[in-house]
T-cell receptor, first 115, second 113 residues
């Protein structure tokens, strides 16, 4: 079993749909992250949670809504997305609660297509 | 403005030869650097890291070199193997504080048998 599990692996949704991405980490880590990977762009940090509190939000549109109910689970709720939101969404975790520049452990990602 | 730059989007190398992947950074506060490797349909996996107190770190076939004055680091893979074909991301961070890693765009390495 991998340390960070993401579901679903693939998602196709219309612009009016509401869907959620799920991430679970089995590593006992204290920080969890959502990243977006678009073609020919750097990995873009979207949200960071440390000890279940959001500590970073890089000006992400409100159509993306994160939820971290506990230190092992992270969700990304999606609604009224745009075609340009189509990308690979990666979840990651790291050990520390007070230092976010440590080694990250990534899930396999959800490939999202918005039609 | 990109703080971490990987200027070569792709690189092809013959099996058995050396692969050299380059990364430049602009923020002089960065003092911890990592390389990640990503296969298609998988998340990035940590490969090797280096702290600014060192100029070289080696792990098997993988060596990372850091030139602080030039704000440049490179990843050497020798000998290159077909299984090394992947996208390699450079990442950087200031050592202190609560700032997440900053990633480059990645370089796609193809090792040809």
């Amino acid at each position: 079993e991998t340390g960070v599990t993401q579901t679903p692996r693939h998602l196709v949704m219309g612009m009016t749909n509401k869907k959620s991405l799920k991430c679970e980490q089995h590593l006992g880590h204290n920080a969890m992250y959502w990243y977006k990977q678009s073609a020919k762009k750097p990995l873009e940090l979207m949200f960071v949670y440390s000890l279940e509190e959001r500590v970073e939000n890089n000006s992400v549109p409100s159509r993306f809504s994160p939820e971290c109910p506990n230190s092992s689970h992270l969700f990304l709720h999606l609604h009224t997305l745009q075609p340009e939101d189509s990308a690979l969404y990666l979840c990651a975790s790291s050990q520390g609660a007070h230092s976010l520049n440590e080694k990250l452990f990534f899930g396999s990602g959800t490939q999202l297509s918005v039609l | 403005d990109q703080q971490v730059k990987q200027n070569s989007p792709s690189l092809s190398v013959q099996e058995g030869r050396i692969s050299i992947l380059n990364c430049d950074y602009t923020n002089s506060m960065f003092d911890y650097f990592l390389w990640y490797k990503k296969y298609p349909a998988e998340g990035p996996t940590f490969l090797i890291s280096i702290s600014s107190i060192k100029d070289k770190n080696e792990d098997g076939r993988f060596t990372v070199f850091l030139n602080k004055s030039a704000k440049h680091l490179s990843l050497h893979i020798v000998p290159s193997q077909p299984g090394d074909s992947a996208v390699y991301f450079c990442a950087a961070s200031p050592g202190a504080g609560n700032t997440p890693l900053v990633f480059g765009k990645g370089t796609r390495l193809s090792v040809i048998a």
